[in-house]
């Protein structure tokens, strides 16, 4: 981390995210579907159709890290604390290029051009990202699947705090990435980062997925996102109050989709939204919400540590 911006205003966004964690919700349990239903874990990999994410999003890690959230919150609400201290920065990253000898070695240039990515997407909201070093390491099974191989990468090639980035580029099993979240970091800090398959990044050649986004979605993850499909339609749904609410990923660009209807649900689905499954040509944006949750999320699991 190099700064922090402190910002003890946003009171309206805090009052959302207050609303949202004391379950001030408009659906009422005996309305709610079962918030698995109709969640797709991995499904089918970018090169079949469909944007996949490695992401372990099971409820048991959701429901774990939001009553840590909420209790966490309290504490600092009850020491007259903001619920986000730090609302903005510019984070250091340090990123790992894994290479099988032939497949994978990204240019200097292709690295920069995905931090210009996601300083575009992050930059509105406060966030910018300086890249610390790039280290290269020839290592085919890491390569071939640094999801299996997640742990002995990350153990031999993590560097910085709680508040860096690492991102690390190869192929991540069936998934276009995955990535960990921020309370995830004080167990197992070694594993803490987000990773990429290596043709997602901009003219990196995978189709439809090689636009940056890929790295984008799971750096969301990283500071605390959960899909926009999170939940479906049921109660608290991504834990964002200014995202419609969506029973499924939206896969391609389907604008205009509506699978949470009725007047309970307003709003189209979130296709543009980077938390979502679709191309990296659709989707463009976060929200004010999803902002200020990043921004509660880093200060409480991030920030300093
Ligand atoms: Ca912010
Ligand atoms: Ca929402
Ligand atoms: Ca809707
Ligand atoms: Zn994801």
């Given at each position: 981390m190099k700064r922090i911006y402190i910002v003890s205003g946003l009171v309206t966004f805090a009052l959302a995210v207050l609303l949202t964690i004391l379950g001030v919700d408009h659906v009422s349990k005996a309305e709610s579907v079962d918030p698995m239903k109709n969640v797709v874990f991995g499904g089918p990999s970018a090169a079949r159709g469909g944007r996949s994410c490695g992401t372990d999003n099971s409820r048991a890690v959701v429901e774990a890290q939001e009553q840590d959230r909420t209790a966490k919150l309290k504490q600092r609400l009850a020491k007259g604390l903001a619920p986000a201290e730090a609302t903005g920065g510019v984070v250091n990253v340090y990123f790992h290029v894994v290479t099988n000898g032939t497949s994978g070695d990204l240019s200097d240039a292709q690295v920069a051009s995905q931090m210009r990515v996601l300083n575009n997407a992050f930059g509105p909201w406060g966030w910018s990202f300086n890249l610390a070093a790039t280290d290269r390491t020839v290592n085919a099974e890491w390569f071939n699947d640094c999801y299996s191989n997640d742990r002995a990468m990350k153990n031999a090639l993590h560097q910085g705090s709680g508040d860096d980035l690492n991102i690390y580029s190869c192929v991540p099993g069936p998934y276009l990435g995955f990535a960990t979240f921020p309370s995830n970091y004080s167990s197992q800090p070694n594993l803490d980062g987000v990773v990429i398959l290596y043709s997602s990044l901009p003219h990196g050649g995978e189709p439809n997925y090689d636009e940056g986004d890929t790295a984008t979605h799971e750096v969301g993850h990283w500071f605390g996102l959960y899909h926009?499909?999170?939940?479906?339609?049921?109660?608290?749904?991504?834990?964002?109050?200014?995202t419609p609410s969506e029973k499924s990923p939206a896969f391609e660009c389907p604008i205009?989709?509506?699978?949470?209807?009725g007047s309970r649900y307003p709003g189209l689905d979130p296709v543009e939204n980077f938390m979502d499954y679709s191309y990296d040509s659709c989707m463009f944006q976060f929200t004010a919400g999803q902002d200020a949750r990043m921004d509660e999320m880093f200060t409480t699991y991030r920030f300093g540590q």
């Open positions: 926009t499909f999170q939940n479906g339609c049921s109660k608290n749904g991504d834990y964002v109050s200014d205009g989709r509506d699978t949470c209807e």
